[in-house]
């Protein structure tokens, strides 16, 4: 079964608006969790990794005021989108470690995020 | 020269035959290398996962790694129409705790199984 969930799957919002997406680990306790970003026809693009109780860690180019990342426990990570614009809209995905001790990663299912 | 290159595709294998599968990488410090598949709509799912030159099998599917090539590839005997996806190559060069860990994903390889 699914060891990695999202919430919500898909959401549709308005420009300026703000969006929250949540993504659990449903099984293990998970220190680290990563935020990925794919476009239409594109490859899947590390954002940030996710650290519990820390600041994320933003790859260059993602803008840490626009995209806040909060691992407030160990099974919890959420990635708010703030006042999101059109190019913005994309298929945002989680993941985490499939343990604490391999760098293997299984992925949430993702959400598709439209801005209007 | 990008970090993770694949053939974009489309490949066409008929049922039943041998769909290979490859990719390449550019960083030779690169420790560990995956293979995801990822259906239309659909997030990646693992497939494999490589450390060591050779191969390592499962199943249907067998992986292969060379380093000294930087060259990884992914085959799949019997193919179903099940298998027609996105295939994804992913690499890491970094290690858990040192705060390098990222893995860099290919562009994909659309495969399409012809029954």
């Known amino acids: 079964g699914a060891v990695v969930s999202q919430h919500p799957s898909r959401v549709i919002c308005k420009s300026g608006t703000s969006v929250k997406i949540e993504c659990r680990s449903l099984d293990f306790q998970a220190t680290t969790m990563f935020w990925y970003r794919q476009f239409p026809k594109k490859s899947l693009m590390l954002m940030a990794t996710?650290?519990?109780?820390?600041?994320?860690?933003?790859e260059q180019g993602v803008e840490k005021d626009k995209f806040l990342i909060n691992h407030a426990s160990l099974t919890l990570s959420t990635l708010t989108v703030t006042s999101a614009h059109p190019e913005d809209s994309s298929f945002y995905i989680c993941?985490?470690?499939?343990?604490?001790?391999?760098?293997?990663?299984?992925f949430g299912p993702g959400t598709r995020l439209t801005v209007l | 020269q990008k970090e993770v290159e694949q053939n974009s595709g489309p490949l066409s294998v008929p049922e039943g035959a041998i769909a290979s599968l490859n990719c390449t990488y550019s960083d030779r410090g690169s420790q560990s290398f995956f293979w995801y598949r990822q259906y239309s709509g659909k997030s990646p799912e693992l497939i494999m996962s490589i450390y060591s030159n050779g191969d390592k099998e499962d199943g249907r599917f067998t992986a292969q790694l060379n380093k000294a090539s930087q060259y990884v590839s992914l085959l799949i005997r019997d193919s179903q129409p099940s298998d027609s996806a996105t295939y994804l190559c992913?690499?890491?060069?970094?290690?858990?705790?040192?705060?390098?860990?990222?893995?860099?994903f290919g562009t994909g390889t659309r495969l399409t199984i012809i029954p």
């Open positions: 993941s985490r470690r499939t343990s604490g001790s391999t760098d293997t990663q299984y």
């Open positions: 992913a690499v890491n060069k970094g290690y858990i705790g040192f705060g390098n860990e990222k893995l860099t």
């Open positions: 996710s650290n519990e109780g820390s600041k994320a860690t933003y």
